[in-house]
């Protein structure tokens, strides 16, 4: 099963690669990058934890019902993983057990998208709304607080009437005390990239907790996991800094290029997780933040494919092994929380994803993706939709600038046919305003 997971991702860089014609990338070759022995157990100073066993698999769960399931939904915890930089396509070079187990053991959405940057997709998470709406559309860098999420934002901390705790990377605003302000019971990471405020990287970072601050000298995917396991929070939200630069080998490694150096990232973040999960009995929601970086072969920033396709899955009491051809988004965590705790979600452009879960047909048609800048502005504004069977680029307003067949990831030249153009004039009706 586990083979033929990685085998899926393998199959699918082809025919979902959605690139322009002439784009002139060079693609990864799995073989080559896997066959360097660039994962050696040896080479860590502890042997890695043994897969967890996750109570709340497959095993005794197929004839659980629907309603049982809700209602373990609302008593189970909840962890969210976030995953940086990492791209759908990520996963097939990397020796990630971890992941596999809970892909192989729960729902995992081939058809899932985020935003083409960071801090567009964490905020899409946090709200349940686009970014032409929180007025994020690209990343928030150091000297722009003003462009931070606004406070009238209700979060998903917010809505929730229980304690929710985030650990690690923030990115959506920078004064110490922004995810306390938004209704986080605590938090304790680093809010932007590690290299930020004079930073050194994975071994030595600007740290806060709760509002305070100071420097960390630890290795952060570490750092961060030890502090998620103190939680006793109902829900907890880990956001993971790997894959993003700066790219420095994890423990026991040295040397290797930056493909191979991301790689081990990615594994030793994957051993992280298990160690997290290790006692945990509940239900994890896992994803990837934007493509991957182009040296993984993604296409970050980019509103093509292997900008905006990340890895997604859902794992849990009750939910049985699937994979899902399913049209779903970042920005529907949000509701899909909401209803698992019970709680009525607002948020007009967040889709719950619940019924997927239960085996039942999603709810969503299409699904959407953007970038702009500078926040809080309109300009160069880049929107994607897209359905089972076609994708559309719109920009600048009113123009196409290209349609794409999903079922093979050909794209399509005009002038269109009928059918096509029919499909084409659907899609730009449906486009969230």
Same mark, same amino acid.
């Given at each position: 099963m586990l083979n033929a997971l990685k085998n899926t991702f393998l199959l699918s860089l082809g025919a979902l690669a959605l690139t322009v014609p002439s784009s002139g990338q060079i693609p990864l070759q799995p073989d080559n990058l896997r066959s360097g022995g660039f994962y050696s157990d040896a080479q860590f100073s502890n042997a890695p934890p043994s897969l967890p066993t996750f109570p709340g698999s497959k095993q005794g769960s197929l004839e659980t019902g629907e309603s049982a399931v809700l209602e373990m939904m609302e008593d189970y915890p909840i962890t969210v993983i976030i995953l940086d930089d990492i791209g759908h396509e990520f996963?097939? /070079?990397?020796?990630?057990? =971890? $992941?596999? !187990? %809970?892909?192989?053991?729960? =729902?995992?959405? &081939? +058809?899932?998208?985020?935003?083409?940057?960071?801090?567009?997709?964490?905020?899409? %998470?946090?709200?349940?709304?686009?970014?032409?709406?929180?007025? $994020?559309?690209? @990343?928030?860098?150091?000297? +722009?607080? $003003? #462009?931070?999420?606004?406070?009238?934002e209700i979060t998903i901390a917010e809505l929730l009437p229980e304690p929710v705790e985030l650990f690690g990377k923030w990115h959506l605003? %920078?004064?110490? @005390?922004?995810? @306390?302000?938004?209704?986080?019971?605590?938090?304790?990471?680093? &809010?932007? #990239?590690?290299?930020?405020?004079?930073?050194?990287?994975?071994?030595?970072?600007?740290?806060? /907790? @709760?509002g305070g601050e100071g420097w960390r000298e630890a290795y952060a995917t570490t750092d961060t996991t030890d502090d998620a396991l103190l939680s006793t929070a109902g829900i907890r939200i880990v956001s993971y800094h790997g894959a993003h630069t700066p790219i420095q080998n994890p423990p026991g490694f040295t040397g290797g290029t930056s493909q191979q150096i991301a790689i081990r990232i990615a594994e030793h973040m994957d051993r992280e997780i298990g160690r997290l999960l290790a006692d945990y009995e509940g239900y994890v929601i896992l994803f990837g933040d934007n493509g991957s970086v182009a040296s993984m072969g993604g296409q970050k920033y980019s509103l093509m494919e !292997?900008? $905006?396709? =990340?890895?997604?899955? =859902?794992h849990g009491p009750g939910i049985n092994p699937a994979v899902s051809k399913d049209l779903v988004s970042v920005v529907d965590i949000f509701a899909t929380l909401a209803e698992m705790r019970g709680v009525t979600s607002h948020a007009e452009d967040s889709v719950s994803f619940v019924p997927v879960l239960l085996g039942l047909p999603g709810e969503r048609e299409t699904i959407y993706s953007e970038k702009f800048k500078p926040n809080h502005t309109l300009q160069n504004h880049h929107r994607v939709i897209r359905d089972q069977n076609l994708k559309v680029y719109v920009y600048p307003p009113g123009n196409i600038l290209g349609v794409w067949n999903m079922h093979d990831g050909k794209y399509i030249f005009p002038p269109y046919d009928e059918l096509v153009a029919a499909n084409i004039r659907k899609l730009i009706r449906q486009l969230p305003r």
């Open positions: 996963l097939a /070079v990397a020796y990630t057990p =971890v $992941i596999d !187990k %809970l892909a192989s053991d729960g =729902v995992w959405f &081939r +058809q899932a998208w985020a935003y083409p940057m960071c801090s567009p997709s964490r905020a899409a %998470l946090m709200t349940g709304r686009h970014g032409f709406r929180t007025g $994020i559309g690209s @990343n928030i860098k150091p000297e +722009q607080e $003003i #462009n931070g999420l606004g406070l009238s605003g %920078l004064r110490p @005390n922004s995810p @306390n302000v938004q209704g986080f019971a605590h938090y304790s990471g680093c &809010r932007l #990239n590690l290299d930020y405020g004079g930073g050194m990287g994975y071994y030595r970072f600007l740290k806060t /907790v @709760n !292997k900008g $905006i396709r =990340v890895p997604f899955l =859902v």
